[in-house]
């Protein structure tokens, strides 16, 4: 866990850490619906949008615009470890998993199409609209339950060498449990040495480091609005093999380009702003000096500041009784789980999830319900479940959150009793 300095050091750079700006005093654990923004990404916001030159214009602004898109381009490329290919800017991070999804189905010959039901819709639908509209079989994975996530042996009775796209998700927002991608897509490899494999990294990018030389994959997406950046675009890492396929560009311009009409440069320049926190805390949690090792320095701390919070949560700290005394909690995965990245998901008996999150938010303690709907049917209606509540963790939460969230669970608790 973070000595208590660095951590106080950590929270000073990241706006409305501890209050909300509309109520007040608050523990943000809603973490998985939107990371805490940093103020750099902020502050660079607000600059680059009262810049009205344009890109690839005949000044200096334009040709500063430019060299500050090459260089979040560059610093993404670092962060995840990116072998060639090129960083894509667009609306979403579920729209840039369409676009990928759908440039593989319709751009490669026959051959199934192989996903797992742990994912996010986000990929699921993608992945099965356009294996129908390709006119090809989908292959559903089925997850684990007791565990809330999938392994590569569960997909390994399902490979064939005609598989031609397979999505994996990288971390479940639901059962918040890790996937091991290198490990799946090896196993994919081995079966279907030509399958373009395309990752949902929306959930775990704030929460541990990315390799994509080492996962071998050909897509990976992001949402930067939970990995301490903002809402209104998504950005993805697309492989040189997936850009030579056939795919929206416009006519006579480079057949490389995926992006369609203008970016917003301030976007790109927040990017940046993300790489640049990270190279800080790896600097501040290791002695590396290069700058990839300083980034993965700081997806290990980041990793490991998160398991400390959330087995507090789940054990107790102090004399704050975690949550498995309470009589009849439920934890989404498993109670002792190693997969687990920085997020609970429990019921309690006699509780109605809805009543948990409201009295949560009348303590001051922010969390949200997941409900059997389309986002989260696919984990909680196996378990026979109509919703869960859904606490999610950050590198920057601290053990005094967590234990107010005990105090506040005990209160709960014992007055539904």
Known sequence: MFAPDLLSAIRARFA???????????????????????????????????????QGRANAMSRHLMEVIAKARADMALLLNAPGGQIVLGESGTEMLYRMIRTACMGTGAGAVIGSTLEHPASRSAARHWAERSGRDYIAVAHDDATGTVTAEHYRPHLRPDLAVATILHTSPVTGMGVDVGTIAAAIRAAAPECLIIVDGIQHAAHGAIDLTAAGVDGYAISPYKMFSRHGYGVAWVSDRLTALPHEALTGGPSENWELGTRDTGAYATLSDVVAYLDW?????????????????????IHAHEHALTEAMLHGTGNHAGLTTLPGVHVIGGIDNPAREGLVGFWLDGVASADIVAGLEARGVRVHIRKADHYSGNILTPLDRPDCVRVSLAHYNSPDEVARFLDAMQEISGAAG
């Not at 943000?28 to 030159?53: C, K, Q, Y």
């Not at 949690?285 to 700081?298: F, I, K, N």
């Open 281 to 301: 805390l790896g600097g501040e949690v290791s002695d590396a000096t290069a700058p990839r090792a300083r980034l993965e320095a700081a997806g290990a701390a």
């Open 16 to 54: 409305h850490v501890d209050a909300c700006p509309l109520t007040g005093p608050r523990v943000f654990f809603e973490n998985a619906g939107g990371a805490l923004t940093l103020n750099s990404v902020v502050e660079t916001t607000a600059r680059f949008a009262a810049i009205p030159d344009n």
